[in-house]
């Protein structure tokens, strides 16, 4: 089966930090970018972080830069997403999915990805 997997997900404080990985299943990362994006309860699915197929160029959403740091590894088919000073707000399910660029953040251009994951929760408390 074709897919990325998402893991790493939990309950935090705010202020603490989780490191989520995506792996994927059946294929090789190796071209393609990959994104992450957040589902927050009642609210649309967005993109807050993409890195290119060489590793080489990220983007952030404006939430989440300074305190977010997307990565891969290749060699491992895996991609991260490390989150530092976690807030309330950061709160959702987060997917990972794959593309052939990396496109704007934001709910529109998730069309564009493709191989979604199940998504792993994120609960940061006050």
């Known amino acids: 089966q074709v897919q990325l997997v998402e893991s790493g997900g939990g309950l935090v404080q705010a202020g603490g930090s989780l490191r989520l990985s995506c792996a994927a299943s059946?294929?090789?990362?190796?071209?393609?970018?990959i994104g992450w994006f957040r589902q927050a309860p009642g609210k649309e699915r967005t993109g807050i972080a993409c890195?290119?197929?060489?590793?080489?160029?990220?983007e952030y959403t404006d939430s989440v830069k300074g305190r977010f740091t997307i990565s891969r590894d290749n060699a491992k088919n895996t991609v991260y997403l490390q989150m530092n000073r976690l807030e309330p707000l950061d709160t959702g399910v987060y997917y990972c999915?794959?593309?052939?660029?990396?496109?704007?953040?934001?709910?529109?251009?998730?069309?564009?990805?493709?191989?979604w994951g199940q998504g792993t929760q994120v609960t940061v408390s006050s």
């Open positions: 999915a794959a593309a052939q660029v990396c496109h704007s953040m934001g709910t529109a251009t998730t069309v564009l990805y493709n191989y």
């Open positions: 059946g294929f090789t990362l190796d071209g393609r970018a």
């Open positions: 890195i290119s197929i060489n590793g080489r160029s990220t």
